[in-house]
């Protein structure tokens, strides 16, 4: 599959990469191959290892094995920095300079002129808009003398007006708009004579023009000879700029692919790991027969979006239902539960439960009217580490007593332990502080939480993510058991097997928008594969 | 993946938080009884208790007071620096209601305590409502709060005489200072409170997680506004016992640092500056600790200049006990001399 490096050697080499974390074997023997001046997309679903492969080659991490060739060295570095002095440069989606500082200072930072220290090599572009000719040919300027602001700022304009870009470069990096900061943290790192420039999901704050603006940045590091190595989970951007694809599954490689030639429904089964030709006998157990389509419905999306996380949606879903909610990761299913629970606020559209709108960007009006949510990152958005198992699954519960209202601690301790023993949590007991807990165990007391709240609608994000097999059946059997309740579920998963095998209608989402509805027969991985591949040009059947 | 274990441990003692603290004022106060003349002689004179011990619970009223309301700041992962001037303001309010209007003492002390509550909630409101950081938002009162006592009093201290008032500071039930009895009853009523109801646990998980707060359904505006009014509350009691114990409103001076004392107590107590557990008790322990250091020291004779050194370092003793790192330190090196 690795086609032989044309001509020149690879600019990178790393072979059989070996990461572990306590549990966890994060990257299993990972091979990845840069040659010089191509655009590289790393390509995953959430947990496949890519950010830890960055990490690993960048020197966040140590790694357990394996080995890294760069530009015909072996390369061990131990820090981003020891890696941008080597030309390896990151690229995150965050920023990672300085915003209250100039953009001038910024692009200089820890490389400005010193008193008397004319040894020190000062670079900057010269180019003239063009970018033409090669990176490793820059003038030398030598310093003596204090801070000269005046070459300073003279220097960043020119270099950033190679990127096309016109700024007054005095001005706080902040006061720009981040596609802005982020090309300047790229003509820093070209600057500093980057080989490899590594971009982490660069445009996932950025709307189209930003985009195309970044990729013909991307477009002219290539013809100079820099080799991008690109992070994204949009394919379509993927497919734009990409020369070649790395695909991980479960921290190892899938394999190494000519953008041109990879089908996207193939690439689409390698990411989630299934294949294509072999899908048409799994179907869904629906859990519902017809009488569900009568059923009253609880929870209605009317247009429903946010700027840069959702097109306006509509969307349902029936009392005792099970609504999955397909696509890849940044496809919009989980902007989509947070604009339903109230957890960002919708700049379009309304919420309904039963006849009554929601309050908009209010979690505390949404769960009053019997919704719940299960945020898909449970550290940030879900557990208060400090607090106890039995204090955690009590607090939804305890969140809309009156003030100096009491739930009694001793039906506390039952709830915890009902909830302990229906879920098979691991715990020494209900007083455990549920930071100490394992991460499925962690899951676990916060579908609790929800569970003891008893809501009309309950959305899923990821509720099996980093569970354990037999944890995972637990919590769908839950599912499915909750549903034939009478409660209606929202059901989130990159584990399309598990959408389809627990949902009654599917919504697949791609590229921020629903692009199809599928119901009965045509709940199959192999239907969801292709709209997620072909987006809106095929529509799943009504 | 695996589940790590957690799996049942027989039943061990596990170190609660007010252990470090306690273990600290159980020995200063072996130290005092040995060292100290008298530290434990205790007498009654004309109906109430007199004795370095009784002095010290009745000197720290304040810094205990303080403590009980920061402590509950400091658990949402806030701070307040302005108690000290509401304690002023309080007591100014107070002295103003007493000299210039005919109200009754009980009235005086609801007027000056809805003072407090209102500059309370002018830090909840900055805190909560605009979302600046609680430590500028309450460095506004603490830098403006002495300037409006000194407006209220003209820049004066008033004095006044008004037996009933004084007795808040000077009186005795029982035998016990009043003081104490109002101290340990808001202690109580607090820890009643947010041991028994949603409150305590709401503040808790503002502290220790406001995003995941807001997603359980927790309206964490309403619970820091409320928490800011009650430390202001605790700060003009505060206040009021220190206006009545010099029989004056000293805007200058009433209350000056004592927020400082009320974080170390806070501190001390096992309560974390990055919010998420109170721990109340605690925070009076630690209150007294200090106390106790002071006022050992005015027994013995020493110089103020002493206080503040030792003080220091009792409060780093304490820390450093606290510290899990050190403590780890430790248990490997008495592991390591055990192996040997």
Same mark, same amino acid.
């Given at each position: 599959?690795?086609?032989?490096?044309?001509?020149?050697?690879?600019?990178?080499?790393?072979?059989?990469?070996i990461?572990?974390?306590?549990?966890?074997?994060?990257l299993?023997?990972?091979?990845?191959?840069?040659?010089?001046?191509?655009?590289?997309?790393?390509?995953?679903?959430?947990?496949?290892?890519?950010?830890?492969?960055?990490?690993?080659?960048?020197g966040?991490?140590?790694?357990?094995?394996?080995?890294?060739?760069?530009?015909?060295?072996?390369?061990?570095?131990?820090?981003?920095?020891?890696?941008?002095?080597?030309?390896?440069?990151?690229?995150?989606?965050?920023?990672?300079?300085i915003?209250?500082?100039?953009?001038?200072?910024?692009?200089?930072?820890?490389?400005?002129?010193?008193?008397?220290?004319?040894?020190?090599?000062?670079?900057?572009?010269?180019?003239?808009?063009?970018?033409?000719?090669?990176?490793?040919?820059?003038?030398?300027?030598?310093?003596?003398?204090?801070?000269?602001?005046?070459?300073i700022?003279?220097?960043?304009?020119?270099?950033?007006?190679?990127?096309?870009?016109?700024?007054?470069?005095?001005?706080?990096?902040?006061?720009?708009?981040?596609?802005?900061?982020?090309?300047?943290?790229?003509?820093?790192?070209v600057?500093?004579?980057?080989?490899?420039?590594?971009?982490?999901?660069?445009?996932?704050?950025?709307d189209?023009?930003?985009?195309e603006?970044?990729?013909?940045?991307?477009?002219?590091?290539?013809?100079?000879?820099?080799?991008?190595?690109?992070?994204?989970?949009?394919?379509d951007?993927?497919y734009?700029?990409?020369?070649?694809?790395?695909?991980?599954?479960?921290?190892?490689?899938?394999?190494?692919?000519?953008?041109?030639?990879?089908?996207?429904?193939e690439?689409v089964?390698?990411?989630?790991?299934?294949?294509?030709?072999?899908?048409?006998?799994?179907?869904?157990?629906?859990?519902?027969?017809?009488?569900?389509?009568?059923?009253?419905?609880?929870?209605?999306?009317?247009?429903?979006?946010?700027?840069?996380?959702?097109?306006?949606?509509?969307?349902?879903?029936?009392?005792?239902?099970?609504?999955?909610?397909?696509?890849?990761?940044?496809?919009?299913?989980?902007?989509?539960?947070?604009?339903?629970?109230?957890?960002?606020?919708?700049?379009?559209?309304?919420?309904?439960?039963?006849?009554?709108?929601?309050?908009p960007?209010?979690?505390?009006a949404?769960?009053?009217?019997?919704?719940?949510?299960?945020?898909?990152?449970?550290?940030?958005?879900?557990?208060?580490?400090?607090?106890?198992?039995?204090?955690?699954?009590?607090?939804?519960?305890?969140?809309?007593?009156?003030?100096?209202?009491?739930?009694?601690?001793?039906r506390q301790?039952?709830?915890?332990?009902?909830?302990?023993?229906?879920?098979?949590?691991v715990?020494?007991?209900?007083?455990?502080?549920?930071?100490?807990?394992?991460?499925?165990?962690q899951?676990?007391?916060?579908?609790?939480?929800w569970l003891?709240?008893?809501? %009309? &609608? !309950?959305? $899923?994000?990821?509720?099996?993510?980093?569970?354990?097999?037999? #944890?995972? @059946?637990?919590? /769908?059997?839950?599912?499915?058991s909750?549903?034939?309740?009478?409660?209606?579920?929202?059901?989130?998963?990159?584990?399309?097997?598990?959408?389809v095998?627990?949902?009654? %209608? &599917? !919504?697949? $989402?791609?590229?921020?928008?629903?692009?199809?509805e599928?119901? #009965?027969? @045509?709940?199959? /991985?192999?239907?969801?594969?292709?709209t997620?591949?072909?987006?809106?040009?095929?529509?799943?059947?009504? | 993946?695996?589940?790590?274990?957690?799996?049942?441990?027989?039943w061990?003692?596990?170190?609660?938080?007010?252990?470090?603290?306690?273990?600290?004022?159980?020995?200063?106060?072996?130290?005092?009884?040995?060292?100290?003349?008298?530290?434990?002689?205790?007498?009654?004179?004309?109906?109430?208790?007199?004795?370095?011990?009784?002095?010290?619970?009745?000197?720290?009223?304040?810094?205990?007071?303080?403590?009980?309301?920061?402590?509950?700041?400091?658990?949402?992962?806030?701070?307040?620096?302005?108690?000290?001037?509401?304690?002023?303001?309080?007591?100014?309010?107070?002295?103003l209601?007493?000299?210039?209007?005919a109200?009754?003492?009980?009235?005086?002390?609801?007027?000056?305590?809805?003072?407090?509550?209102?500059?309370?909630?002018?830090?909840?409101a900055?805190?909560?409502?605009?979302?600046?950081?609680?430590?500028?938002a309450?460095?506004?009162?603490?830098?403006?709060?002495?300037?409006?006592?000194?407006?209220?009093?003209?820049?004066?201290?008033?004095?006044?005489?008004?037996?009933?008032?004084?007795?808040?500071?000077?009186?005795?039930?029982?035998?016990?200072?009043?003081?104490?009895?109002?101290?340990?009853?808001?202690v109580?009523l607090?820890?009643?409170?947010?041991?028994?109801?949603?409150?305590?646990?709401r503040i808790?998980?503002?502290?220790?997680?406001?995003?995941?707060?807001?997603?359980?359904?927790?309206?964490?505006?309403?619970?820091?506004?409320?928490?800011?009014?009650?430390?202001?509350?605790?700060a003009?009691?505060?206040?009021?016992?220190?206006?009545?114990?010099i029989?004056?409103?000293d805007?200058?001076?009433?209350?000056?640092?004592?927020?400082?004392?009320?974080?170390?107590?806070?501190?001390?107590?096992?309560?974390?500056?990055?919010?998420?557990?109170?721990?109340?008790?605690?925070?009076?322990?630690?209150?007294l600790?200090?106390?106790?250091?002071?006022?050992?020291?005015?027994?013995?004779?020493?110089?103020?200049?002493?206080?503040?050194?030792?003080?220091?370092?009792a409060?780093?003793?304490?820390?450093?006990?606290?510290?899990?790192?050190?403590?780890?330190?430790?248990?490997?090196?008495?592991?390591?001399?055990?192996?040997?």
């Amino acid at each position: 599959m690795d086609l032989p490096t044309a001509g020149a050697a690879p600019l990178l080499e790393m072979r059989g990469i070996i990461k572990r974390f306590p549990g966890v074997l994060a990257l299993d023997a990972v091979d990845l191959t840069l040659r010089r001046g191509e655009v590289h997309a790393l390509m995953g679903e959430n947990g496949a290892g890519k950010s830890t492969l960055v990490k690993v080659l960048t020197g966040v991490y140590p790694r357990d094995g394996g080995e890294i060739v760069f530009g015909d060295q072996p390369l061990s570095v131990r820090s981003p920095g020891e890696a941008q002095s080597r030309g390896i440069s990151t690229i995150y989606q965050e920023v990672n300079l300085i915003p209250d500082l100039s953009v001038a200072e910024n692009i200089f930072l820890g490389r400005a002129p010193r008193l008397l220290g004319g040894a020190r090599r000062q670079t900057c572009r010269q180019g003239t808009g063009g970018g033409s000719g090669d990176p490793r040919h820059r003038p030398r300027a030598s310093c003596v003398g204090p801070l000269n602001w005046r070459a300073i700022h003279e220097r960043a304009r020119t270099l950033l007006q190679t990127f096309s870009l016109d700024l007054d470069v005095r001005l706080p990096l902040g006061s720009y708009p981040v596609a802005i900061q982020q090309m300047v943290s790229i003509a820093r790192a070209v600057d500093i004579s980057s080989q490899l420039i590594i971009m982490d999901e660069p445009t996932s704050s950025l709307d189209q023009q930003e985009v195309e603006r970044l990729f013909g940045v991307i477009r002219r590091l290539r013809a100079d000879g820099v080799s991008v190595l690109f992070i994204t989970h949009f394919l379509d951007q993927a497919y734009e700029i990409s020369d070649r694809f790395t695909v991980l599954r479960n921290g190892r490689v899938v394999g190494t692919f000519e953008a041109a030639s990879l089908p996207k429904l193939e690439l689409v089964g390698h990411m989630l790991g299934r294949d294509p030709s072999t899908l048409a006998d799994i179907s869904h157990q629906p859990l519902l027969t017809q009488e569900a389509d009568q059923a009253e419905v609880v929870l209605q999306a009317r247009g429903l979006g946010r700027r840069g996380a959702l097109a306006p949606t509509d969307a349902m879903v029936r009392h005792g239902e099970v609504l999955g909610l397909a696509g890849l990761l940044g496809s919009g299913r989980t902007e989509l539960a947070r604009l339903l629970f109230g957890v960002d606020r919708a700049d379009s559209g309304s919420v309904w439960v039963g006849r009554r709108r929601l309050a908009p960007g209010s979690p505390r009006a949404a769960i009053r009217e019997g919704l719940g949510l299960c945020p898909e990152d449970r550290k940030t958005d879900g557990l208060v580490p400090d607090l106890s198992v039995r204090e955690n699954i009590a607090l939804v519960i305890q969140s809309h007593l009156p003030p100096l209202g009491r739930l009694p601690r001793r039906r506390q301790v039952e709830l915890a332990e009902r909830f302990i023993r229906l879920l098979g949590i691991v715990t020494t007991g209900p007083e455990q502080p549920v930071r100490d807990l394992s991460g499925g165990n962690q899951q676990k007391v916060i579908l609790a939480r929800w569970l003891a709240a008893a809501p %009309r &609608v !309950l959305i $899923l994000d990821e509720p099996t993510r980093g569970i354990d097999v037999g #944890g995972k @059946a637990e919590i /769908e059997r839950l599912v499915e058991s909750l549903a034939a309740d009478g409660l209606a579920v929202v059901f989130i998963s990159s584990e399309l097997e598990e959408v389809v095998r627990r949902s009654d %209608r &599917v !919504l697949v $989402l791609r590229d921020r928008a629903v692009v199809a509805e599928l119901t #009965g027969a @045509a709940v199959d /991985e192999g239907t969801i594969m292709r709209t997620i591949a072909a987006g809106a040009s095929e529509r799943g059947p009504a | 993946m695996s589940e790590p274990t957690a799996a049942r441990r027989p039943w061990r003692y596990r170190p609660g938080p007010t252990l470090w603290p306690l273990v600290a004022l159980v020995l200063l106060f072996a130290y005092n009884a040995l060292r100290t003349p008298n530290f434990l002689h205790l007498e009654v004179r004309e109906g109430r208790l007199f004795g370095t011990t009784v002095d010290i619970l009745h000197r720290g009223t304040p810094v205990v007071l303080l403590a009980t309301g920061m402590t509950f700041v400091i658990a949402t992962a806030g701070v307040d620096l302005s108690v000290g001037a509401v304690m002023a303001i309080t007591g100014a309010a107070a002295a103003l209601l007493l000299t210039r209007t005919a109200l009754p003492v009980p009235a005086v002390v609801a007027g000056a305590l809805a003072v407090s509550v209102a500059c309370g909630a002018w830090n909840g409101a900055l805190v909560a409502g605009l979302g600046l950081q609680p430590i500028v938002a309450t460095l506004v009162l603490l830098v403006a709060g002495r300037g409006i006592a000194q407006l209220l009093t003209d820049g004066m201290i008033i004095t006044f005489e008004r037996p009933s008032f004084e007795a808040i500071a000077g009186g005795a039930a029982g035998g016990v200072p009043i003081t104490v009895l109002i101290a340990a009853g808001v202690v109580l009523l607090t820890l009643l409170v947010t041991r028994g109801t949603v409150l305590g646990l709401r503040i808790e998980a503002v502290g220790g997680n406001e995003r995941a707060s807001r997603l359980a359904g927790i309206d964490a505006g309403r619970t820091k506004l409320l928490v800011y009014g009650f430390c202001g509350l605790c700060a003009g009691i505060a206040g009021l016992i220190a206006t009545a114990d010099i029989k004056a409103a000293d805007s200058n001076n009433c209350g000056l640092f004592l927020e400082l004392d009320a974080i170390l107590a806070v501190v001390i107590g096992g309560t974390s500056l990055s919010g998420g557990r109170a721990n109340l008790p605690g925070s009076v322990v630690g209150a007294l600790v200090m106390q106790t250091v002071t006022t050992m020291i005015y027994a013995q004779g020493r110089g103020p200049e002493y206080t503040l050194v030792v003080k220091a370092v009792a409060v780093a003793a304490v820390c450093l006990l606290q510290s899990d790192l050190l403590r780890a330190a430790l248990r490997r090196r008495s592991g390591e001399l055990r192996a040997a």
